[in-house]
């Protein structure tokens, strides 16, 4: 059967399965007919800060199907941050694909916004691979490398691994579909695996009686606001910073406490335990207090804090036109191409701030930086489709209103 007419199933959620849900209808142009989708658990209908794969689909007029029900009918199955377990020898069809956040075959299983963070990993990455029996054991297509640092929260680390995984379906989904590609066996070297008890999320307090590096680790491993943050004394901690000065005083003795942070004693170096302040950074960023939101940046999780709105800082500074903070965050590396639980971007909080002030710094600043024009929100629709051709155009061409 040709790519056109085989039957494709989406089993998943967030944005990875409905950007390749809207990849396949928008760009591929392939006919709704032929597309279903398989709901997690625990979809409800409603976009929280994870986007409900079942409210898109009933949107685009794509139907929706029981894993059995895929299991007969499904000639190509992508499995994309999916929830149930999968039986290959269950299905009619072979070609049966997931992927998985991490460079298999490191880190198979559960946690992998974690462990690579405990581990002071630089580089980390996705992996399509093909579902046998086995737990992300099959063999692997392609992957997607990308760098973090000594400050990359599990937060920021699944959200790149939502992006970079969409780009590797984008990237391979032809191939898949006409099935001109090439799989290679997992190497067993450097193969490991963390299973749904190799973590306990319920302990949020951090071991200070270890070193300032091991501390730091876990501080930004639990660095999840959606989730939990780590705590001391019962503090949210969002932060860290080593200092300089060798420890002194036993492991874990407070040595100094204000509004922002706690320094302690550890096993080797002295280390800040930032606060969170979030909603005060917040404010400042609203007001455009600059130097409050500077001296506010480390009691934050990161450049790309979401909170509760699922909006990071720079659209904050985007939407309401403060074009020193605005240019302060993105050289502190916020992502100009950001977008929030809808789709909206960073671009599209600019145009709110330039078309209610009048002000085109930012909007000038988001373009010479990379802001991508064409990138549509969950609705279907980018940056032109909000305005007028002519305010479109003035926007472009910078041209006052």
Not at 223 to 243: D, H, K, S
Not at 346 to 372: E, H, P, Q, W
Request: glycine share 6%; hydrophobic share 35%; proline share 3%.
């Amino acid at each position: 059967m040709s790519a056109d007419t085989k039957n494709i199933v989406i089993a998943g959620k967030n944005s990875i399965a409905i950007g390749a849900l809207d990849y396949l209808l928008t760009e591929i142009k392939y006919p709704p007919s032929k597309i279903a989708v398989v709901i997690n658990k625990t979809d409800n209908g409603n976009n929280g800060w994870q986007l409900s794969l079942k409210k898109y689909a009933e949107r685009r007029s794509v139907r929706a199907l029981t894993l059995q029900e895929a299991e007969s009918s499904a000639e190509v199955f992508f499995s994309l941050e999916f929830d149930q377990i999968i039986k290959p020898n269950s299905f009619k069809s072979s070609c049966l694909y997931n992927i998985h956040f991490s460079l298999l075959p490191e880190y198979k299983g559960m946690y992998t916004s974690i462990w690579p963070i405990l581990d002071g990993k630089s580089k980390v990455g996705c992996t399509l691979h093909r579902i046998d029996r086995g737990v992300d054991t099959g063999e692997v297509i392609d992957c997607e490398e990308f760098l973090i640092n000594e400050f990359t929260t599990s937060s920021e680390l699944y959200w790149l691994y939502l992006r970079k995984g969409l780009d590797l379906f984008k990237r391979t989904v032809k191939p898949l579909l006409t099935g001109s590609f090439i799989s290679r066996p997992q190497h067993p070297i450097g193969s490991s695996y963390y299973s749904i008890d190799s973590f306990d999320f319920s302990d949020r307090t951090l071991n200070l009686k270890n070193t300032a590096w091991k501390i730091g680790r876990k501080v930004k491993a639990l660095a999840f606001r959606e989730y939990q943050l780590p705590e001391f004394n019962g503090v949210p901690i969002v932060n860290y910073e080593i200092v300089g000065e060798r420890s002194q005083h036993t492991p874990g003795t407070l040595l100094y406490e204000c509004d922002s942070y706690v320094l302690i004693s550890t096993i080797d170096y002295n280390i800040k335990l930032f606060k969170d302040r979030y909603t005060d950074f917040i404010a400042c960023l609203e007001i455009g207090d600059f130097d409050s939101v500077v001296s506010l940046l480390k009691n934050i999780t990161s450049i790309e804090d979401r909170g509760s709105t699922g909006w990071t800082p720079l659209m904050v500074a985007a939407y309401h036109a403060h074009g020193d903070i605005f240019n302060f965050l993105l050289s502190e590396g916020a992502d100009v191409n950001a977008c929030n639980r809808n789709g909206t971007t960073v671009l599209m909080y600019a145009k709110d701030g330039f078309l209610r002030t009048g002000n085109r710094k930012v909007i000038d600043r988001c373009l010479s930086s990379g802001a991508n024009i064409h990138q549509r929100d969950f609705n279907g629709l980018a940056l032109a489709d909000y305005i007028d051709s002519h305010t479109f155009d003035q926007i472009m061409l910078g041209v006052k209103l």
